[in-house]
């Protein structure tokens, strides 16, 4: 390393955030980054270590440690600290087609297994990915690849979340003709729709696709195959098929109520929002409003926070949000050691706004929802909730979250929000390509495979191992589209 006594010399340090009070006043992006010198310092922070978890991308504990991507870590941090800008970039780029969207977005799971953690802070290796990719862009590296060779086959690609973009961006950069259907108006997939602005601006998405349609990718927004067009067609027309739609069949909460016109998924609270900010920053009006409310959120993951943060924004009057699971320790508990990912309580930016605006936090643990009650009109009033605890199951030996008897209690509710997670594919776009379920809701392949029971229809993504992370989807498109690339070719270089 450049500077093998970095991490004893500097501080971890990272971007500021602006203050919850003025941040919640819009829906830009709030995170004020390091002057450039600042951050190199942070690069220089890398300790070479040895064995590099970081990039490990490991199940340890049934927990990732490290990067799924396997980002030649050490290698881009010590080329920002050197101030080599470009070949950062070259580095980065190798194993990674969208580091302005993990940047921005992914939990930092390289952090979470950094050997700094032992005896102190890890290195802010995500902020020195963003540096990298948006210096690169403003000094013109990052910039369009038009393959010189096509090979002749044609792919078409189901779906523009992370995995589809991943998967047709190898496959394009290999010569293969890509065409990407996407069957919501922009593309995307859950990077547009269902991660809010202020974690993920659209224009960063929009500049990648400008890029990725320079270099000979079609996009197709507005299709939805198995309904607008026959998967028939789709077979006929492509040497190979990939389905990258989403686990986009939310789980519901099924309790008396239920029926209520007030109660949303949060996919549909967000994706509303999204699309009338774009369409004309909220001025159309059209789209699920907080505004004025009492919003009860169900669920306390990333999903959940993001529909606290959005709720605030419009102006609600209140937010709760139910977390099922007992609150996490503060510290890292005796077993749950580095490098596992540590299960500690995080507060996050929408929690911190809550918690800044009505005084305190809006987390509710061990608690769900038993009934929601309505008036006489049948609109929503009041939730009915229930403490939980956890008990284990005699047969399986699992621990369970069950009700306690007695414990329910009433609280005023005007819109409720489910986001509690994700039950695997929507069944029409399975029938329509005539591909297998697993027993989770999943597109069936062998173990490590792609290739699903239909013979030239691959799967990818959250539609293949099930609700993730965006790193994880950029993973499994890129090995997709070497297994694609393979049956094309009868060889890959991808």
């Not at 952090?111 to 953690?117: F, L, V």
């Not at 109520?257 to 369409?279: H, N, Y």
């Not at 792609?450 to 993730?468: A, C, E, I």
Request: aromatic letters at 8%.
């Amino acid at each position: 390393m450049g500077k093998p006594t970095g991490f004893l010399e500097y501080q971890r340090e990272t971007s500021k955030a602006v203050s919850p009070k003025e941040r919640v006043l819009h829906f830009h992006e709030f995170h004020i980054p390091l002057p450039k010198e600042k951050q190199q310092l942070q690069g220089a922070r890398c300790m070479d270590c040895g064995v590099p978890f970081c990039q490990s991308g490991m199940l340890i504990g049934g927990m990732t440690s490290g990067c799924p991507l396997h980002n030649l870590i050490p290698e881009w941090n010590d080329l920002l600290y050197t101030g080599n800008y470009e070949q950062a970039y070259q580095r980065l780029k190798k194993t990674n087609n969208f580091p302005e969207f993990t940047s921005r977005v992914c939990p930092a799971l390289c952090e979470g297994a950094c050997t700094c953690n032992i005896n102190g802070e890890p290195v802010a290796t995500k902020e020195n990915e963003r540096t990298i990719i948006e210096y690169a862009y403003q000094k013109g590296f990052a910039k369009a690849e038009i393959p010189v060779v096509r090979t002749g086959k044609k792919v078409a690609v189901i779906g523009s979340g992370p995995a589809g973009l991943a998967c047709a961006d190898q496959l394009n950069q290999r010569g293969h003709f890509v065409t990407v259907f996407e069957r919501e108006d922009r593309v995307g997939g859950l990077l547009m729709y269902g991660i809010p602005n202020m974690k993920l601006e659209k224009q960063v998405i929009n500049r990648k696709i400008e890029q990725m349609k320079e270099e000979g990718i079609e996009f197709i927004t507005g299709v939805n195959i198995g309904v607008d067009m026959k998967a028939g067609k789709i077979l006929k027309e492509y040497d190979c098929i990939v389905l990258a739609c989403g686990a986009s069949k939310p789980r519901d909460i099924k309790v008396p109520g239920r029926e209520a016109a007030e109660i949303f998924f949060a996919v549909d609270f967000l994706k509303s929002t999204t699309q009338s900010l774009l369409r004309s920053n909220l001025a159309d009006g059209q789209y699920i409003s907080a505004k004025g409310k009492k919003v009860l959120v169900i669920g306390g993951g990333d999903t959940g926070n993001d529909c606290v943060g959005t709720a605030i924004r419009h102006g609600c009057a209140q937010v709760i949000q139910l977390e099922m699971m007992p609150k996490p320790p503060i510290v890292r508990a005796a077993e749950n050691p580095w490098p596992q990912w540590a299960k500690v309580l995080k507060t996050d930016y929408g929690q911190e706004e809550a918690i800044t605006l009505f005084g305190k936090d809006p987390r509710v643990y061990q608690t769900t929802v038993k009934e929601f009650k309505l008036d006489e009109k049948g609109r929503l009033k009041k939730a009915v909730l229930v403490k939980l605890e956890e008990k284990r199951e005699e047969k399986t030996g699992r621990m369970t979250m069950v009700p306690v008897d007695g414990s329910e209690y009433e609280i005023e509710v005007d819109i409720v929000l489910i986001a509690a997670g994700f039950l695997g594919a929507q069944e029409y776009i399975a029938k329509a390509f005539g591909v297998e379920l697993d027993g989770r809701g999943n597109v069936k392949t062998q173990a490590g495979k792609y290739l699903t029971n239909v013979g030239k229809v691959f799967v990818t993504g959250d539609m293949h191992r099930g609700q993730s992370l965006v790193v994880w989807a950029i993973q499994e498109g890129r090995e997709a589209a070497k297994e694609v690339d393979q049956s094309l070719m009868g060889y890959t270089n991808l």
